[in-house]
């Protein structure tokens, strides 16, 4: 089975600090994805990688950065964060070749809080 | 601008009867379809996808339809069971792309 495995569950951030997502797979997919879950507006994509050290900005990547350093990890990160970054942040990852390669699998979430 | 869109933020169904989950898009470069179910505090899971060289995939008590001159795509389950209740998301995604996902419907299945 697909692990991606989000590092963090809740996490309550002040304004302004720096935060990071780290979200790590175990079945070497090329894909990586970061959306965001907000009610009403479903899942939205906020960057996604193809490979390592390759990124690329999704719908509402503004506020966000993201890196890939090693193909397993996908982090997300928030420079300073402000109170409407409050929401559910979903990893996902993708093996990104042919029919089957085109099912993505997420994480369980990580719900950050900004006060 | 969204590409995928789910009109029906909910439905309620009966346990037992049909539960028909409906999906709109826009890019008629999609070519690979897929429903998501996701439990409150979960990340979603995958249920099915469909391709768009097919009109129609089954999987036990879930049907996909797709129809592509309409940009119209259909979950169909039956029959519906209490534990079916949940969010069900709609995705899609053209070749081998990022996906898009739409907005969701919030399932609920009474007893």
């Known amino acids: 089975d697909v692990k991606v495995t989000q590092s963090s569950r809740y996490l309550v951030k002040r304004t302004g600090e720096k935060v990071f997502l780290e979200c790590v797979q175990d079945m070497d997919h090329e894909n990586m994805f970061w959306y965001r879950q907000d009610p009403g507006l479903g899942l939205r994509l906020i960057y996604f990688?193809?490979?390592?050290?390759?990124?690329e900005k999704g719908d509402i990547p503004e506020g966000y950065s993201v890196s890939r350093e090693k193909k397993e990890r996908f982090s997300l990160i928030l420079e300073s964060a402000s109170t409407n970054q409050t929401s559910m942040y979903l990893c996902?990852?993708?093996?990104?070749?042919?029919?089957?390669?085109?099912?993505?699998?997420f994480g369980e979430g990580s719900w950050l809080t900004v006060v | 601008d969204q590409q995928v869109k789910q009109n029906s933020p909910s439905l309620s169904v009966q346990e037992g009867r049909i539960s028909i989950l409906n999906c709109d898009y826009t890019n008629s470069m999609f070519d690979y379809f897929l429903w998501y179910k996701k439990y409150p505090a979960e990340g979603p899971t995958f249920l099915i996808s469909i391709s768009s060289i097919k009109d129609k995939n089954e999987d036990g008590r879930f049907t996909v339809f797709l129809n592509k001159s309409a940009k119209h795509l259909s979950l169909h389950i039956v029959p519906s069971q209490p534990g079916d209740s949940a969010v069900y998301f709609c995705a899609a995604s053209e070749d081998n792309n990022d996906m898009r996902f739409g907005a969701g419907t919030r399932l609920t299945v009474k007893p």
């Open positions: 990688s193809y490979d390592v050290k390759m990124k």
């Open positions: 996902a990852s993708r093996e990104g070749t042919g029919p089957i390669g085109n099912t993505i699998y």
